[in-house]
């Protein structure tokens, strides 16, 4: 067990505790990215995949706004990296073959590499059919979700705080990236709840 010491109303315990630390403070804006981007990887490709892989017609008037120069699927391989290196930095890049489900993947793979793989099969698919289009997005979207397990299980056994930051970040960007927008779906229900909250809660007066 990790020493314990108190300090005002402050509780601080050693790094076998899972409680939050303020050394966990620098990290957990990287959790947050963590989990939006996982989203994000699953709804930019599937945004991608629904657009042609050109650049925009009309290019923005200053140079530095690259974004607005970028095609979907630019973006979402800009969004892949940025969530590889995230999983690095929060060693949660698990071997295929320890994530549920996964086990029927390519041998000697770790997460990363098969999700390069999955978006690779993806760019391909763009120029055969519809078909194969929405069977590379069901297996990304089936790499996503058992990863997102893993990585929920590891950060809440490393420190409450980073779990939090995370499941924030997945929360937001899967309802930003909603992978069916359509009536009933979780997206959809949360945000119905918050608009009507919104109109039940009034802030208190001074």
Known sequence: ???????????????????????????????????????????????????RP?????????????????????LAIQTETAFRALTQQFNVDFALRDLTGMSSGPANLDASGYLRVLTEQILESIKESDSA????????????????????DRLHGRSLGLHAAYELGLCLGEVWWSRDPGPGTFAVRLLDALAELATEVRPARP
Do not use: C, H
């Open 54 to 74: 050109t650049l925009a017609n009309n290019l923005p008037t200053f140079v530095l706004t690259v974004s607005e120069e970028r095609s979907e699927l630019e």
């Open 1 to 51: 067990m990790g020493e314990e010491s108190s300090t005002s109303n402050t509780i601080v315990r050693s790094s076998t505790s899972a409680l939050t630390t303020d050394q966990d403070a620098p990290n957990s804006t990287s959790a947050m990215r963590l989990g939006w981007t996982l989203a994000q990887v699953g709804g930019r490709y599937r945004q991608g995949a629904q657009s």
């Open 133 to 152: 289009v929405k069977l590379s997005l069901t297996r990304l979207q089936s790499l996503l979700w058992a990863w997102n397990e893993a990585i929920e």
